[in-house]
């Protein structure tokens, strides 16, 4: 893995959640069970009030997860609509339901205007972002899902809770 995160984490252009505290980045597959894990440890650190900043990045590993390239784009149509969070967790609950059926069924849940997202899954109008994101993982030195950087640093441990909250923590306690 290289040394550092290609390109640094940006406001304007990634999708973040948080607002203080350390950048954790995972490049993640919205098919993958183990970038499940990972969310759900997110997820837990979150709801404990951990203070972290959650950066995701796009890494589709469409040669084994057929449907993980139109579950990211879904999660792009969605944030065009302000909800790429709403649309992120969505997907990650329904994992083993990522056909278009049930990408257009979160999109009605999370009340997106489902023809906008529709036709912008038909014209795979952010494949590019997508590709970005892809991009800029591969330059990263990721080969797999999650990889995960913690200010903009390869994190090699563990994705499970303790662990992650480990390498957020700035004494490296586990705390709570």
Same mark, same amino acid.
């Given at each position: ?54 950066? *995701? ?59 906008? *997202? ?22 990263? &030195?990721?080969? &797999? ?6 200010? &903009? ?24």
């Amino acid at each position: 893995m290289s040394a550092a995160l290609v390109p640094e984490v940006a406001e304007t252009r990634d999708h973040v959640r948080g607002s203080s505290g350390p950048t954790l980045l995972i490049f993640g597959d919205y098919e993958c069970p183990y970038t499940r894990i990972a969310y759900r440890s997110v997820q837990s650190l979150e709801a404990d009030g951990i203070p972290f900043r959650f950066v *995701f990045r796009h890494f589709p590993l469409v040669e084994i997860h057929p449907h993980a390239l139109a579950a990211a784009e879904a999660s792009e149509a969605a944030a065009a609509q302000g909800q790429f969070w709403l649309m992120h967790d969505v997907l990650f609950q329904g994992q083993k339901a990522l056909e278009r059926a049930d990408l257009e069924g979160y999109a009605k849940q999370i009340e997106l205007d489902v023809e906008r *997202f529709r036709q912008e899954l038909e014209a795979h109008v952010h494949l590019d972002r997508i590709e970005a994101d892809r991009s800029s993982a591969l330059a990263s &030195g990721a080969t &797999g899902t999650p990889t995960i950087f913690v200010d &903009g640093l390869p994190y090699l441990g563990s994705y499970e809770r303790a662990e992650l909250r480990r390498a957020l923590s700035p004494d490296g306690e586990e705390g709570e």
